[in-house]
């Protein structure tokens, strides 16, 4: 079986062909990409139960033999040979086997039922295997997940056969493990950025072959989501990873982390707000002979503290409303711009704000 090794930065070529192979044959609209989180059944179960579709044949994957160059310690063949070991099951073995364990919670019955489709879920699994081109194994890891699910929400009585009910959730479980791990940046977050990642290379070609211009406006009103959207997410798939820690070369150990700009104020600029605190401190003091009592309350314990007490806790002090306090705040404020105005030069009321 074979691997590709795949750095953690991905080239600008490999991604366009990446966005080109996510053709998928699937309508991604009817299907719950995060069934984990879901409580309801996939939207496709209406659809299903308006069809008589007929049993499907069981599902029988050749194993690879030994003498044919393969490796007999394989894991996918192995895999391949002891899921053969367990026997496809007839239609009334299979409703009578979901019957008891949809009514009496029989997890032998659910056993039966897991074993006997894991050879469903390695059919679709080889369908996906390259848009992911990477281990296989993963894949068929997922889908027995949606399989296991699909066990859980299936309800016999509806008259649908399982195997076309349980090929939803192991697609959409698949589908969404590979949207999850195809960059190490997650891209798909919501429902519209969902059917992007599925749709927007398909779509363009689509147009292109109609003769169409598929900018970002075309497309947005082709898929129904909004031009944004389709702008970030071609952005998105159109960039490759990088790592914020790797140098830039070999011959430097400066990373691109070290060339991000800080996130708190610069040294220059801290000190330029510690001289414009203490300039308006001290022109803040020739004001305070003219202020009352009131205001010089608030002036220390609301406007210049650093744990302002409330406009209640004041209005309680000198038995007045707390609409009354929030008045003389709002004059004193006018007082101190209209002092700082006049005692400084090229002051500005951004320096006296409050909220």
């Given at each position: 079986?074979?691997?590709?090794?795949?750095?953690?930065?991905?080239?600008?070529d490999?991604?366009?062909n990446?966005?080109?192979?996510?053709?998928?044959?699937?309508?991604?609209?009817?299907?719950?990409?995060?069934?984990?989180?879901?409580?309801?059944?996939?939207?496709?179960?209406?659809?299903?139960?308006?069809?008589?579709?007929?049993?499907?044949?069981?599902?029988?994957?050749?194993?690879?033999?030994?003498?044919?160059?393969?490796?007999?310690?394989d894991?996918?063949?192995?895999?391949?040979?002891?899921?053969?070991a367990?026997?496809?099951?007839?239609?009334?073995?299979e409703?009578?086997?979901?019957?008891?364990?949809?009514?009496?919670?029989?997890?032998?019955?659910a056993?039966?039922l897991?074993?006997?489709?894991?050879?469903?879920?390695?059919?679709?699994?080889?369908?996906?295997?390259?848009?992911?081109?990477?281990?296989?194994?993963?894949?068929?890891?997922?889908?027995?997940?949606?399989?296991?699910?699909?066990?859980?929400?299936?309800?016999?009585?509806?008259?649908?056969?399982?195997?076309?009910?349980?090929?939803?959730?192991i697609?959409?479980?698949?589908?969404?493990?590979?949207?999850?791990?195809?960059r190490?940046?997650?891209?798909?977050?919501?429902?519209s950025?969902?059917?992007?990642?599925?749709?927007?290379?398909?779509?363009?070609?689509?147009?292109?072959?109609?003769?169409?211009?598929?900018?970002?406006?075309?497309?947005?009103?082709?898929?129904?989501?909004?031009?944004?959207?389709?702008?970030?997410?071609?952005?998105?798939?159109?960039?490759?990873?990088?790592?914020?820690?790797?140098?830039?070369?070999e011959?430097?150990?400066?990373?691109?982390?070290?060339?991000?700009?800080?996130?708190?104020?610069?040294?220059e600029?801290?000190?330029?707000?510690?001289?414009?605190?203490?300039?308006?401190?001290?022109?803040?003091?020739?004001?305070?002979?003219?202020l009352?009592?009131?205001?010089?309350?608030?002036?220390?314990?609301?406007?210049?503290?650093?744990?302002?007490?409330?406009?209640?806790?004041?209005?309680?002090?000198?038995?007045?409303?707390?609409?009354?306090?929030?008045?003389?705040?709002?004059?004193?404020?006018?007082?101190?711009?209209?002092?700082?105005?006049?005692?400084?030069?090229?002051?500005?009321?951004?320096?006296?704000?409050?909220?």
């Open positions: 079986m074979k691997k590709d090794q795949k750095s953690n930065v991905d080239t600008s490999e991604t366009q990446n966005e080109q192979d996510l053709d998928i044959e699937l309508d991604d609209q009817d299907i719950d990409l995060d069934p984990a989180e879901s409580t309801e059944e996939p939207e496709v179960i209406a659809e299903a139960e308006k069809q008589n579709t007929a049993p499907a044949p069981a599902i029988n994957l050749p194993v690879p033999s030994p003498e044919k160059g393969v490796r007999s310690q894991a996918l063949q192995m895999y391949l040979r002891e899921i053969n367990f026997p496809p099951l007839d239609p009334n073995e409703f009578e086997l979901a019957r008891r364990f949809h009514e009496h919670n029989d997890h032998q019955a056993f039966r897991i074993t006997s489709h894991l050879r469903l879920v390695v059919k679709i699994a080889m369908e996906f295997q390259r848009k992911w081109m990477k281990n296989v194994l993963e894949l068929i890891q997922e889908g027995n997940i949606g399989l296991m699910k699909a066990v859980q929400k299936f309800n016999p009585d509806r008259g649908i056969k399982f195997s076309y009910y349980a090929a939803f959730w697609k959409a479980y698949i589908l969404k493990f590979i949207m999850d791990n195809w190490m940046v997650k891209i798909g977050t919501t429902q950025q969902r059917k992007l990642f599925y749709n927007l290379g398909k779509e363009r070609q689509r147009l292109e072959n109609l003769g169409f211009d598929p900018n970002s406006e075309t497309l947005s009103k082709s898929l129904d989501v909004s031009k944004e959207d389709v702008e970030e997410m071609a952005m998105r798939m159109g960039q490759s990873d990088l790592s914020l820690d790797s140098p830039f070369s011959d430097t150990s400066t990373t691109r982390m070290d060339l991000l700009p800080a996130l708190e104020a610069s040294i600029d801290r000190l330029a707000q510690e001289e414009i605190s203490d300039h308006l401190r001290t022109h803040i003091k020739t004001l305070e002979p003219r009352n009592d009131k205001e010089k309350r608030i002036l220390h314990d609301r406007l210049l503290a650093q744990n302002p007490i409330t406009l209640r806790e004041i209005g309680d002090e000198y038995g007045i409303t707390r609409e009354r306090v929030r008045q003389i705040e709002s004059r004193l404020l006018q007082k101190l711009r209209g002092h700082l105005s006049d005692s400084i030069q090229d002051f500005s009321a951004d320096w006296i704000s409050h909220e």
